[in-house]
């Protein structure tokens, strides 16, 4: 399908290296991945060129680290306080918004002696956010750029947490929004989506199948008016990733950790972080120095996994069979740009098994009081399997991405998870029970 494509000023034709009328912020393009050919800021997503995926370049400000870090450091905290570095204009913390981000990063000192780990491990414990999901930070830039655009419908296609958070943003911002899932989700993330008052569409398949409609839907009068956020606005939504490779190394004393564990739906998430930690390299904000980011996958969907095992540099589709539902995109957008940063930074792309993932929600919840979403499950097991398979050095500094909250996806751990006893109310049966201590 080709490129939508929405004109922002006279001259708005391939090769352009003028941004549109459109105000957001230091992004001056949209710069194809593959090629480079660049294009005025717009609600368009492929290369016309090469039909390569498109993101945002910046006019960044150089050249006073010091003053930049202390800008940031006196900002909201939340994601707009790295305004100045984002697709976004100066205002935006004025405007109707959920102003998600700045989560804890917990010290997980618990969690690193079951595991062995010395050099410091940490959570990134983005439940936090206002739908409780990573997905509002990308939600949040992704609504600017609907702003800047025109636009009066904010849709999306999604395992789950992305619908949430545009419907819960849409409803902020007075924004119509109409979302689409595969008809078989947690029920707690389709009521989740569907109480902020959009319409909520179940597709009958899987994720590809919902994302291929949406596909169609933007090529069509029917779709005239939408901002689909991770479809036509998806260079701008991409960007809300980078805000948590920000916020890590701030919170670290403005400081790259050694190593990352980042789940992998789309990749996108990863790729982002990525693209953050080197601005903050080209900033000045951080020292220069060497970091490895390993990707974690559901073994019922890992068509990254198996490509980084077998020495691929293309990903094979798979069709999803995990419970790991919010990431169960079986043929990954970014998968083979998640390939190179593993290799790159010498890291790897792991998986793990459905009770694997259990145990390691468990585990995280025993250790840290921590309730993960399956995807958290995800990231700390593959975590314990990379030690295990002497893949990740325990004696580095390692951050570790939970993504969501196990509200979400209760039925994961609800077969497993229950009273210890139940007793009659009196003191001998509670004896008889044995949990007296």
């Known amino acids: 399908m080709a490129a939508q494509t929405v004109a922002t000023n006279d001259t708005d034709t391939a090769g352009t290296d003028t941004a549109g009328a459109v105000d957001l ?153 109409c979302v689409f899932i595969p008809h078989d989700l947690e029920q707690g993330k389709v009521v989740m989506a569907a109480v902020y008052g959009g319409d909520l569409v179940g597709i009958e398949g899987t994720y590809d199948d919902v994302n291929r409609f949406c596909s169609e839907l933007i090529g069509d009068p029917l779709g005239e008016g939408w901002g689909f956020v991770n479809v036509n606005l998806r260079p701008y939504y991409g960007e809300g990733s980078k805000t948590l490779a920000y916020e890590i190394c701030e919170q670290l004393g403005w400081q790259i950790p050694d190593q990352l564990v980042i789940p992998i739906a789309s990749g996108s998430q990863l790729t982002k972080i990525d693209k953050g930690l080197q601005e903050l390299i080209k900033l000045g904000l951080v020292e220069d120095k060497p970091y490895k980011i390993f990707g974690a996958q559901a073994e019922g969907c890992s068509p990254v996994s198996a490509a980084f095992k077998a020495g691929h540099d293309v990903v094979r589709p798979q069709k999803p069979n995990t419970i790991a539902k919010s990431l169960a995109i079986g043929n990954p957008a970014d998968g083979p740009y998640v390939l190179d940063i593993a290799r790159r930074t010498g890291g790897a792309v792991e998986d793990v098994n459905d009770e694997q993932v259990v145990d390691a929600i468990k585990l995280l919840a025993r250790t840290e009081g921590i309730f993960a979403e399956t995807a958290g499950g995800v990231t700390v097991g593959v975590t314990r399997k990379l030690i295990e398979n002497g893949l990740l050095d325990p004696s580095l500094t390692t951050v570790v991405l939970n993504t969501g909250d196990g509200l979400k996806t209760l039925d994961a751990v609800a077969p497993t998870s229950g009273p210890s006893a139940v007793i009659k109310p009196s003191l001998d049966a509670f004896r008889s029970a044995g949990l007296a201590g």
């Open 25 to 177: 912020g230091p992004a001056s393009a949209l710069s194809c991945r593959e090629c480079g050919e660049r294009f005025p800021l717009g609600p368009i997503f492929a290369c016309e060129i090469c039909f390569g995926p498109l993101e945002v370049a910046y006019d960044l400000p150089t050249g006073d680290p010091e003053g930049l870090r202390k800008q940031i450091e006196a900002g909201p905290d939340n994601i707009w306080r790295y305004a100045p570095l984002l697709p976004v204009p100066a205002d935006v913390a004025t405007k109707p918004n959920l102003n998600p981000g700045w989560t804890k990063l917990v010290k997980a000192d618990n969690l690193a002696r079951e595991l062995g780990v010395t050099g410091g491990l940490f959570i990134k414990d983005d439940s936090g956010n206002p739908t409780h999901s990573f997905k509002d930070r990308v939600v949040a830039q992704a609504l600017e750029a609907a702003r800047a655009f025109g636009f009066t419908t904010l849709s999306c296609s999604s395992t789950g947490n992305l619908a949430g958070a545009v419907g819960a943003a849409a409803a902020r911002a007075g924004f119509r929004s």
